[in-house]
């Protein structure tokens, strides 16, 4: 028996229980495929336990103060890869995600990738603007906010084109039913304030949504 084939029909039953009418149908009416292809009963699939799918956190090397677009994208990756991310504050705010063992994995090595692309274009935008005698103020938070909302972007337009998309980004029941039980002492506001630099925003728009996601996870 294919374990993951199990995991994957028991994600499209979970999605067929979506508020979204045209979700759940999809849903539904894929998870009956893989049913009927792999001669599975619907008894065998919902009494099926995952086992070694360990739930837990990861605390990133990724921390921050000002720089709170970092604490945005980690949040959009989060979503998007079925887990939840949260802090550690002392000083600095130290970014921990939380869930299945090979999300998490994930989510530290995309929110990695995605700092350096955003820094690097960053680091080349500041020194051009230098050179021009331009003050660089806010062209980072600028440049990240459209990095970030057009890798958001992306990944709707992932999860809507394929139904696939959409069970690998959803959320597990029992990662939320966890992540419940974590008593937290209040909450970091993560709202990036925009400075106006319309062109600088768009460039990072652009950038964000050809963000290369499974090039980085397979290297």
Same mark, same amino acid.
């Given at each position: 028996?294919?374990? %993951?084939?199990?995991? $994957? +029909?028991?994600?499209?039953?979970?999605?067929?229980?979506?508020?979204?009418?045209?979700?759940?149908?999809?849903?539904?009416?894929?998870?009956?495929?893989?049913?009927?292809?792999?001669?599975?009963?619907?008894?065998?699939?919902?009494?099926?336990? =995952?086992?070694?799918? !360990? !739930?837990?956190?990861?605390?990133?090397? =990724?921390?921050?103060?000002?720089?709170?677009?970092?604490? &945005?994208?980690?949040?959009?990756?989060?979503?998007? @890869?079925?887990?939840?991310? &949260?802090?550690? /504050? /002392?000083?600095?705010?130290?970014?921990? @995600?939380?869930?299945?063992?090979?999300?998490?994995?994930?989510?530290?090595?995309?929110?990695?990738?995605? +700092?350096?692309?955003?820094?690097?274009?960053?680091?080349?935008?500041?020194?051009?603007?230098? $050179? %021009?005698?331009?003050?660089?103020?806010?062209?980072?938070?600028?440049?990240?906010?459209?990095?970030?909302?057009?890798?958001?972007?992306?990944?709707?337009?992932? $999860? %809507?084109?394929?139904?696939?998309?959409? +069970?690998?980004?959803?959320?597990?029941?029992?990662?939320?039913?966890?992540?419940?039980?974590?008593? @937290?002492?209040?909450? !970091?506001?993560?709202? =990036?304030?925009?400075? *106006?630099?319309?062109?600088?925003?768009?460039? *990072?728009?652009?950038? *964000?949504?050809?963000?290369?996601?499974?090039?980085?996870?397979?290297?």
């Amino acid at each position: 028996m294919n374990n %993951k084939i199990i995991e $994957k +029909i028991q994600k499209l039953l979970s999605l067929s229980e979506s508020s979204n009418e045209n979700e759940a149908k999809l849903a539904m009416i894929k998870a009956q495929e893989l049913l009927i292809k792999y001669k599975l009963s619907l008894k065998e699939v919902t009494n099926y336990s =995952v086992k070694n799918s !360990i !739930i837990e956190e990861k605390v990133s090397r =990724v921390s921050f103060t000002k720089a709170r677009w970092k604490g &945005y994208l980690a949040k959009i990756i989060a979503d998007n @890869f079925g887990c939840y991310n &949260y802090y550690k /504050r /002392r000083r600095t705010n130290t970014i921990i @995600f939380f869930g299945k063992e090979e999300d998490i994995i994930i989510c530290d090595i995309v929110l990695n990738y995605a +700092i350096d692309a955003i820094n690097s274009i960053v680091k080349r935008l500041k020194y051009e603007y230098s $050179k %021009k005698k331009i003050s660089t103020k806010g062209i980072e938070n600028d440049y990240a906010l459209g990095f970030i909302d057009g890798l958001q972007e992306s990944f709707e337009i992932q $999860k %809507k084109s394929n139904i696939k998309w959409a +069970i690998v980004l959803a959320k597990d029941k029992e990662v939320t039913k966890e992540h419940n039980r974590i008593k @937290f002492n209040g909450k !970091i506001s993560m709202k =990036v304030k925009y400075n *106006g630099y319309n062109h600088i925003y768009f460039k *990072g728009h652009e950038d *964000g949504k050809k963000f290369s996601i499974t090039d980085k996870i397979s290297n």
